[in-house]
């Protein structure tokens, strides 16, 4: 069988791939909690600034954190079974909708951090040293759902002519 196009360098294999995107995954995440506890510590040790990190800052970066633990955690093999058990209970049905709850913890924290950016900083109009506090909690928020999206893609790679990016 003759190929369709022709790459002057070798394709990496499919497990590289996803080794690869594992260990992309978790280096966005580790930035990401990187820009957090920055921002945590950097308010901590501010001279000068009335605003610092205090736990409602923290609750958007919670909830993605158990978005993607909960995301991840999901056998995607699940997702796709039509197989009905004695009880004739679909499991398909419950992984789906834990995965739903997944996303939807992932979209709250990344939507809470930009209400919190909003509400606390530039509505009160800080300045930059401390408006950072909130860009570093948008920009963690952001980083964790990039890095789940990465691993979710790359937990999927099956084969070399095979790629599911179902969810």
């Known amino acids: 069988m003759s190929r369709l ?75 796709s079974a039509e197989s009905f058990s004695f009880s004739g209970s679909n499991d398909a049905w ?19 951090s930009v209400c919190v950016l909003v509400l606390k900083y530039v509505v009160n109009d800080y300045p930059f040293p401390t408006l950072y506090f909130g860009i570093a909690n948008v920009v963690a928020n952001s980083l964790i759902m990039l890095s789940t999206v990465v691993l979710w893609v790359s937990q999927n790679f099956e084969d070399e002519y095979n790629y599911s990016l179902a969810l």
């Open 5 to 79: 196009f022709r790459c002057p360098f070798p394709l990496p294999s499919p497990s590289a791939l996803r080794t690869f995107g594992v260990y992309a995954s978790g280096g966005l995440f580790a930035l990401g909690i990187w820009f957090f506890l920055d921002a945590a510590i950097v308010s901590k040790y501010a001279n000068g600034s009335e605003v610092h990190v205090r736990f409602v800052d923290w609750i958007p970066s919670i909830c993605s954190i158990l978005g993607m633990i909960v995301i991840n955690s999901i056998e995607k093999a699940r997702l």
């Open 94 to 112: 419950k992984a789906r909708l834990v995965l739903f709850l997944g996303f939807a913890l992932m979209a709250g924290g990344l939507a809470g």
